[in-house]
T-cell receptor
Framework: GENVEQHPSTLSVQEGDSAVIKCTYSDSASNYFPWYKQELGKRPQLIIDIRSNVGEKKDQRIAVTLNKTAKHFSLHITETQPEDSAVYFCAASMRSSGDKLTFGTGTRLAVRP | DTEVTQTPKHLVMGMTNKKSLKCEQHMGHRAMYWYKQKAKKPPELMFVYSYEKLSINESVPSRFSPECPNSSLLNLHLHALQPEDSALYLC???????????FGPGTRLTVT
């Protein structure tokens, strides 16, 4: 089955700096890659996603890049703010497995004011 | 309505109890999911319903029994649980075409 690795497990940045979280996946058939943000005690919230026919997608301060050849994708957050502090999960899925999401292990991001 | 709702928010049950978790969405989504999340871990898929039929069971023990009464509702029936089943149980739904899964707030379950 699919395996998703995520790095780093913790990340601390100064407010205003950029943060980058990286994920790799094992199954080349995966073609949908969402990112979720989960604040303490809250639900996972979909913040951005990318499909395999696109190399990059941007939404304001958040961008995701995908390298299908290398089987890795990354989340980039620019001009970080304290409210960006949360756990971020990447995930991968493929149609043939019923769109089952396989999650990475999570990155705890702390933005220092 | 653009949210997935879950009840109850918190549940404490003994190992001999029978209880049910409920999930509801009114976004017209035809796929619904149950996940289990332990502290500091990612969500783990348990079950998937597609068009009200069970399409994926991730080898979940039979003490967890899902039910999809209609396209808006998803239940998880619990019986004879173990303390290690204590976790946050999350429901999610998605439109098959868009594949974006939206999560409910979860039920925090404690088995004593």
């Amino acid at each position: 089955g699919e395996n998703v690795e995520q790095h780093p497990s913790t990340l601390s940045v100064q407010e205003g700096d950029s943060a980058v979280i990286k994920c790799t996946y094992s199954d080349s058939a995966s073609n949908y890659f969402p990112w979720y943000k989960q604040e303490l005690g809250k639900r996972p919230q979909l913040i951005i996603d990318i499909r395999s026919n696109v190399g990059e997608k941007k939404d304001q301060r958040i961008a995701v890049t995908l390298n299908k050849t290398a089987k890795h994708f990354s989340l980039h957050i620019t001009e970080t703010q304290p409210e960006d502090s949360a756990v971020y999960f990447c995930a991968a899925s493929m149609r043939s497995s019923g769109d089952k999401l396989t999650f990475g292990t999570g990155t705890r991001l702390a933005v220092r004011p | 309505d653009t949210e997935v709702t879950q009840t109850p928010k918190h549940l404490v049950m003994g190992m001999t109890n029978k209880k049910s978790l409920k999930c509801e969405q009114h976004m017209g989504h035809r796929a619904m999911y149950w996940y289990k999340q332990k502290a500091k871990k990612p969500p783990e898929l348990m079950f998937v319903y597609s068009y009200e039929k069970l399409s994926i069971n991730e080898s979940v023990p039979s003490r967890f029994s899902p039910e999809c009464p209609n396209s808006s509702l998803l239940n998880l029936h619990l019986h004879a649980l173990q303390p290690e089943d204590s976790a946050l149980y999350l429901c999610a739904s998605s439109q098959e075409t868009s594949r974006e899964q939206y999560f409910g707030p979860g039920t925090r379950l404690t088995v004593t």
